[in-house]
């Protein structure tokens, strides 16, 4: 029995995952394993799209075999020559000895240095903009050079809106029986390991990224299939966000990376207390020790947070050699945008500090904060308050936490205003719930009145939320109902954080409470309805809750904001594609060279090839 799933009725998934890969490109921990997706379109004529690692060779071919049925192989598109996907070229083209071979003329240089087999008998060269017509489907071919290799192509299916889309859009992690993202919880489980594949992988290409954001967004697109992970027929647009990102090095959320390196624990110390007195002041930290986290990790840390610290001994008069490396990665990743503080230690010479604001200094956009803290063994008392000052240098670049005006608290319990079910429609609220010091709030979308005497409503609430477990614990809750005015700050704040790790009230005025001691918005909100559950229901991805109301407040006369009100005016439409860069791109290792034109004598500053070695960005 194979292995395969169909995506439409003539498209089928015939990849295999691997999860005994220790190392993938020999670089990159993958505990979750690697999916190795090719696709096979059963028109006319039958179309496979790229092959998978040697690895997994035999299942791919069984798999392969079984979605044709019996039929031939017509053509086999190579839109990406990196072995773990054109590793099983040189079986399909003795088992399929009719096969042609669609690619471009970079690709066919690739096939031939890696198979000897006689590709070029066999091609059909393509280039920007071509097209392929397999009977009632047509191929539209997409140039995407240097994301990840300088070949690289994707393809475009017009009748069923298909983007094959390379190394774009792909993820860490074995599929594990789910082939569409909408399958898992994507946010939850798999975000990490496609920000990790993400930037290790093309971080460094951030202009070829977005050139090919700019080129797809031009295409009615319905179906994403990638080269590795999950493919997406709904819900991209929070992906895609991520994607426009990570491509203009903007950080994805505020707070700091500090990574440190420490032989003895001291410089950890100091790296301690740095995030303890960072968090006082309510900022996020995250902390790695580069000894033993792997550099992918820190690396995708560094694209996901606004603030990076770096705290290193000195080793060898230099860089501790595990800090050398990651920052050396972070280098040559095109790190940017982001704002630097250092610490260093050494117990006579110390010289990591410099060292590393030498090194990222030579990076794009990148700002030092505070002086370096220098510490000579271990930080002595009276050196305590260099840390303050550096945590105060940090926590200045943020803003101030917001505060709203307060109102009076609605303190009296069993007050129930019939208006305020009148607000309720298919709309979004704020979940407000306590458990004794911790407060917490998410967005959720489903408030139902179910009965009128005695007064009870019905909420859904994602599992996947901290609030969720905690109303589940408590068995109370509040629900805000959100106006027209509500701005994107208000679904970004409560909706795109988790509790788990995020104060959501920090700096809120604390009598703003109903009755049951639970918080409420007093703002962007026109009522407020207090619940105590009697039932709750496991429906999968969420539980069904049923409480008795046992205040209900009418706070505003704002008209409640719609689910079809908010998509339409409210969260921001995916940011458009910046403006094409004038330059050239050079085809072995992707640095940009901006302007017009690019003089003949030019040599890469990076890999030494020639203006030969360069090609225009289209
Ligand atoms: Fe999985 Fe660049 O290849």
Known sequence: MNCIRKITDDLTWVGAND?????????YHVPGGVSYNSYLLTDEKTVLFDTVDKAVRQRFLENLAEALGGRGLDYLVVQHMEPDHS???????????????????????????????????????????????TGSHKLHFVMAPMVHWPEVM?????????????????????????????????????????????????????????????????????????????????DFGAFLEKYALWASYAPEESGVMIAYASVYGNTENAAEIL?????????KSVMYDVSVAPASDVVAASFRWSHLVFASTTYNAGIFVAMEAVINDLVSHNIQNRAVAVIENGSWAATSGGLIREKL?????????????????????????????????IAATFPAPATDAPRQGIAAAGDVDAKAFFKLSYGLFVLTTRDGAKDNGCIINTVTQIADNPRRISIAVNKANFSCDMVLKTGEFNVSILTT????KVFEHFGFHSGRDTDKFLGCDDSLRTANGIRYLPKY??????????????????????????????????????????????????????????????????YVYEGEPLPDDFICPLCKHGASDFEKIQ
Not at 19 to 27: S, T
Request: overall charge neutral; proline content about 3%.
């Open 19 to 27: 999860r005994r890969l220790a190392m993938f490109e020999g670089v």
């Open 87 to 133: 590793a099983s070229i040189i079986e399909l083209a003795a088992k399929y000895p009719e096969m042609k071979i669609v690619c471009n003329r970079m690709t066919l240089e690739f096939i031939k240095q890696f198979h000897d087999f006689g590709a070029d008998q066999r091609v059909v060269l393509v280039t920007e903009g071509d097209t392929l017509e």
């Open 154 to 234: 994707v393809t475009y299916d017009s009748k069923d809106e298909v983007l094959f889309s390379a190394d774009a859009f792909g993820c860490f992690g074995a599929l594990n029986g789910a082939l569409f993202a909408d399958e898992v919880d994507f946010a939850r489980d798999y975000m990490d390991e496609a920000r990790r594949y993400y930037t290790n992988i093309v971080g460094k290409y951030g202009a070829q990224v977005e050139a090919l954001l700019g080129k797809a967004a031009a295409l009615k697109i319905s179906i994403v299939c990638p080269l590795h992970g999950f493919v997406w027929r709904r």
């Open 275 to 283: 995030a303890c007195k960072l968090r006082e002041r309510g900022i």
């Open 361 to 393: 200094g030579k990076c794009q956009n990148i700002t030092f904060l505070g002086d370096i803290v220098s510490i000579k063994s271990g930080l002595k008392a009276d050196q305590l308050a260099q840390v303050e000052e550096l945590a105060a240098a």
């Open 485 to 488: 005015a509500a701005p994107f």
């Open 525 to 590: 909100t026109n009522s407020v309805i207090s619940g105590k559950v009697r039932d709750a229901v496991d429906y999968g991805s969420h539980y069904l809750f049923v409480a008795d109301v046992t205040q209900a407040v009418t706070t505003s006369d704002e008209p409640s904001v719609t689910y079809q009100y908010y998509f339409d005016n409210i969260k921001p439409k995916p940011p458009a594609p910046k403006a094409q860069k004038v330059g050239y791109v050079c085809k072995i290792c992707g």
